[in-house]
Every structure is written in structure tokens, then in C-alpha cells.
T-cell receptor, first 115, second 113 residues
Framework: GESVGLHLPTLSVQEGDNSIINCAYS??????FIWYKQESGKGPQFIID?????DKRQGQRVTVLLNKTVKHLSLQIAATQPGDSAVYFC??????????????FGRGTSLIVHP | DAGVIQSPRHEVTEMGQEVTLRCKPI?????LFWYRQTMMRGLELLIY????????DSGMPEDRFSAKMPNASFSTLKIQPSEPRDSAVYFC???????????FGSGTQLSVL
């Protein structure tokens, strides 16, 4: 079956560096993607989303890039801070019953920020 | 709003016992999801409800698992009988109909000995 996956399970960076977390998806019909951040002991939290009619979307210190040709997403975090240490998930949103999207999560990438 | 509230935060039980996990979604949210998180499989969707009605339970691992949503402000996930392989963190999440952003609770850490 089709699924969402991640290239790197763990990413270690120095504080102040930029971080790039990658995600590959295989369902060509997917047209909506969300990045979530999960801190230790907590549930995932929404960071940023992007629809397939966009190539790039920016938030506060975060940018998501979408390459539909190779079915690839990336999350860029500028000037990474210790508080950014967490597991990051990309979620592929699949059209569910009733017209709402149902998210399917990849396994996640652990980001470790060293002071 | 206090967000999605799950209880208990931690549950330790012995194999064969019944386990009930509880969730209170955010008021006004139409959808409720139950996920299970393990290192091996990541976040797995178990079941989701729309307006208190179960829509897709294909992710429920087996008949030992059941979920209910008797009203818009409460849902339970029950495991009977529990087994050690059920040990995981169980998350509840909710969302509004036309907003795809999921709001997660803090999860229930279940350990079955």
C-alpha cells in the first residue's frame, strides 16, 4: 500500500544552525500535507501545512517545501533553538468518508539541538 | 478551552485485565480520533468518529479493542482482555469539520505486564 515515510530518523544540529527535515510520500492523489511537532511527553502539535497547489509556504522560522514531481516534502527550521528539539512528523491527508481529510502519519524524525 | 483531555495519563495493568481510556474533545469539534503510538509503528490511526458516529474502525487491531462515543464531549477506548503487546501511548485528537488541523491530547501511557 501507499504510505508516508521519512529519510532520516535522527537529526542532530547545533543551536543557531538551520535544520532540514525530509519526508517522502507515495500517494500521488494526496493534496494536503501537515507538519506536526511532538515534544517529549506531549501529543503532536500543528506547525504548518501546505496544499498541493503550492510549492512553498512560510511561517515563523519554519518553511515547508513541496516537490510534487518527486513526491517530497521538507521542513526547514531557521536558527534552530534548543526548544525545537522534538520529533517531527509529516502527515499525508487522505480524503476520508464525509469529505474531510484523514491524516496518516509517517514514523517521525527526531531533531536534537545541541547548545 | 483546556484542549483535548485524556485520562489517565499513565496506566499499568496486568495481562488479561480490562483497560478503559477516556477522552474529552475540544468543544465544538466534529471529529474525534484515536491513535496508538509505538516506536516500531509510529502513530497508527485506530478509529475515528464524526458527530459521535464511528466512521472507520479498520485500524482497530482486533476484537479486544472497542471504542464508543456516547456524546459529543466524551469517548472511550476499551481493551479487554489486555495483552503486553498493547503497551503503547494512546492519543486522542479532535478537529473541526472544515479545519484539517488536529488537536491532540497528552496521551495515555499504557503498560501491560
Amino acid at each position: 500500500g501507499e504510505s508516508v515515510g521519512l529519510h532520516l530518523p535522527t537529526l542532530s544540529v547545533q543551536e543557531g544552525d538551520n535544520s532540514i527535515i525530509n519526508c517522502a510520500y507515495s500517494n500521488s492523489a494526496s493534496d494536503y500535507f501537515i507538519w506536526y511537532k511532538q515534544e517529549s511527553g506531549k501529543g503532536p502539535q500543528f506547525i504548518i501545512d501546505i496544499r498541493s497547489n503550492m510549492d512553498k509556504r512560510q511561517g515563523q522560522r519554519v518553511t515547508v517545501l513541496l516537490n510534487k514531481t518527486v513526491k517530497h516534502l521538507s521542513l526547514q527550521i531557521a536558527a534552530t533553538q534548543p526548544g525545537d528539539s522534538a520529533v517531527y512528523f509529516c502527515a499525508e491527508n487522505i480524503d476520508g468518508v464525509g469529505g474531510s481529510y484523514i491524516p496518516t502519519f509517517g514514523r517521525g524524525t527526531s531533531l536534537i539541538v545541541h547548545p | 478551552d483546556a484542549g483535548v483531555i485524556q485520562s489517565p495519563r499513565h496506566e499499568v495493568t496486568e495481562m488479561g485485565q480490562e483497560v478503559t481510556l477516556r477522552c474529552k474533545p475540544i468543544s465544538g469539534h466534529d471529529y474525534l480520533f484515536w491513535y496508538r503510538q509505538t516506536m516500531m509503528r509510529g502513530l497508527e490511526l485506530l478509529i475515528y468518529f464524526n458527530n459521535n458516529v464511528p466512521i472507520d474502525d479498520s485500524g482497530m487491531p482486533e476484537d479486544r479493542f472497542s471504542a464508543k462515543m456516547p456524546n459529543a464531549s466524551f469517548s472511550t477506548l476499551k481493551i479487554q482482555p489486555s495483552e503486553p503487546r498493547d503497551s503503547a501511548v494512546y492519543f486522542c485528537a479532535s478537529k473541526q469539520r472544515h479545519n484539517e488541523k488536529l488537536f491532540f491530547g497528552s496521551g495515555t501511557q499504557l503498560s501491560v505486564l
